[in-house]
């Protein structure tokens, strides 16, 4: 549950510590704070953006690391996503090895970049498959569940207090390790399971289960605000299918995953109360398709409700984006980014197109986002130029990075907005009170140059200096602006646009730019991610 600061305490720390880019650890716990309804993560107790990127499943053993710290280099992150395997840490019940967590929090200290932890336990994809193998060896004392037909399902029951408990004692057991091991605070958050939920089956059918959907509906999300949420008559007692009717069985999956997952997260924050997650493995958020079309019981948009009450020892419900189209991804931004949830997304699909939704993460005041699968991406450099599926995300944080600390603030105090390409290439307007900017997409960045459509890469970034004085970046796009309100149709110029870059916390002019660069169509963004400064002027 997200600790909310009171706002007189929350700027006072952010007061006290100065905004910087440096990268610095120290004895200040991580935590995720909210005010008027935006959130930032605080890291050494200043907020932080995580530019990060995630490791295969598979890549957390030592002798594949170095291909890993080799995509860290390449893609200029300060955070690194990475499993810690169950199968590994417990491969003799009650004998723990935590000999992996050694080496990674070692060779991120070297590296200079953070770590999030990712418990591949449970869940995994929906499967039990990174369970250890003196469980998998005993599916009668760890089921999994059970279709309506009678077979048995590729994933673990929610409903069992074994499995429960095994995995609260492992997990709790990492994480009073974690404690003492980095009192740096190294790790700056973990995710709890991976895409829990089910392929295959709405829910468990078993006879215990099917005991437990007959009987009453937990008192707590029978509460008016959740039942309207949920789409489900206003009522004070009932059996699942009596109060949720065709949705009865997603939403008992739901609450069953959520309060096991959640049982899990409380018992290790008691051991250490790093900032937990879980991620969401999505369903079309524009159709409301049927469960039985994607991943069940997982924290999809519409049983957050029910995750936000059965597991509130979960600071945030995260998306997993590998969705195509601007209206889908959007849609999720939005859906995920509420007064009760922090907008991170932990895994997004390496693709040029998907880089771009980096911007809106931001502009809504996320606190992080990460490509999945970094180090089997076929980059290379050449000529300080990356090349290869990293090489979009490579280069917005290669700008990023050093203003990073700027960007996570400027996102808390609700200073950011932003526009990506959509799939017509339609111009878009920013309402930035005074002014309105027009954003036109394509081109190469040069005056009157033709678009360039092959792909919807466009992108603008327009932070609020002050009311005449914005901060811009962005590729593949134009920008000029339209005085408002009494000022509207009054004639105006550009008083300065600067090119630059930001370094330790401030902005550094590479040079002015004028003439063709500013006078037909304003300042324009090629292929390659560009920060401008510019001050406007009524004439």
């Known amino acids: 549950m997200l600790k909310l600061v009171k706002a007189k305490a929350l700027w006072l720390v952010l007061i006290l510590l100065p905004v910087g880019k440096t990268f610095a650890q120290s004895t200040m716990m991580p935590a995720i704070i909210e005010k008027d309804g935006r959130h930032t993560l605080l890291v050494d107790g200043k907020p932080f953006l995580i530019l990060g990127g995630q490791a295969h499943n598979s890549s957390a053993w030592p002798g594949m690391m170095p291909h890993v710290w080799t995509a860290v280099e390449t893609m200029h992150l300060n955070t690194l996503e990475i ?139 029978l509460k008016p605000a959740i039942l309207k949420a949920l789409n489900a008559p206003i009522v004070t007692s009932g059996s699942w299918h009596e109060v949720f009717g065709d949705r009865a069985d997603e939403y008992f999956h739901a609450w069953s995953v959520a309060r096991f997952v959640g049982q899990v997260a409380a018992a290790g924050k008691k051991e250490y109360p790093l900032p937990m997650y879980v991620n969401a493995a999505l369903r079309d958020p524009l159709t409301n398709p049927s469960a039985n079309n994607y991943e069940s019981g997982g924290p999809t948009d519409n049983v957050i409700p029910i995750w936000k009450v059965g597991a509130p020892a979960i600071d945030l419900l995260a998306p997993d984006i590998y969705l195509s189209g601007s209206d889908r991804i959007l849609k999720v931004l939005d859906l995920y980014s509420r007064r009760d949830n922090p907008l991170f997304v932990p895994e997004v699909g390496l693709s040029l197109e998907r880089a771009k939704y980096l911007y809106e993460v931001i502009a809504r005041g996320g606190i992080g986002f990460s490509p999945f699968g970094i180090d089997d991406n076929s980059a290379s450099e050449t000529d300080g130029k990356t090349t290869g599926l990293l090489a979009p995300f490579a280069q917005e944080y290669a700008v990023m990075n050093p203003m990073m600390r700027e960007l996570a603030q400027w996102g808390f105090e609700n200073k950011i907005k932003s526009v990506v390409e959509r799939e017509d290439h339609a111009k878009q307007t920013i309402d930035l009170g005074a002014w309105q900017a027009v954003v036109s997409f394509g081109g190469d960045g040069r005056a009157n140059a033709p678009p360039v459509y092959d792909q919807t890469t466009g992108k603008l970034m327009v932070v609020t200096l002050d009311q005449n004085k914005f901060l811009l970046i962005g590729t593949r796009c134009h920008i000029t602006f339209l005085p408002t309100g009494s000022n509207a149709n009054k004639a105006w110029q550009y008083l300065k646009v600067e090119e630059g870059s930001y370094e330790n916390g401030e902005f550094k002019m590479l040079r002015i730019l004028n003439g063709d660069e500013t006078d037909w169509g304003g300042p324009g963004f090629g292929a390659q991610p560009t920060v401008l400064q510019t001050t406007l002027v009524l004439r």
């Open 83 to 221: 499993p810690i395997y169950w199968e590994q840490v417990e491969a003799q019940p009650g004998k723990f090895d935590f000999s992996l967590i050694d080496t990674l929090l070692d060779q991120s200290r070297k590296h200079h970049v953070h770590l999030v932890l990712l418990w591949f336990a449970t869940w995994k994809n929906g499967s039990n498959h990174y369970m250890p193998e003196w469980m998998k060896r005993d599916a009668a004392k760890y089921p999994n569940i059970t279709a309506k037909n009678g077979q048995s399902i590729d994933s673990p029951s929610p409903n069992v207090k074994a499995t429960l408990d095994a995995d609260i004692k492992s997990f709790t057991a990492m994480m009073a390790y974690l404690r003492k091991a980095d009192p740096q605070h190294t790790v700056i958050m973990v995710q709890v399971e991976n895409e829990s939920g089910a392929w295959g089956s709405v829910r468990d059918y078993s006879p215990m289960a099917q005991k437990l959907f007959d009987g009453p509906v937990p008192v707590e999300l």
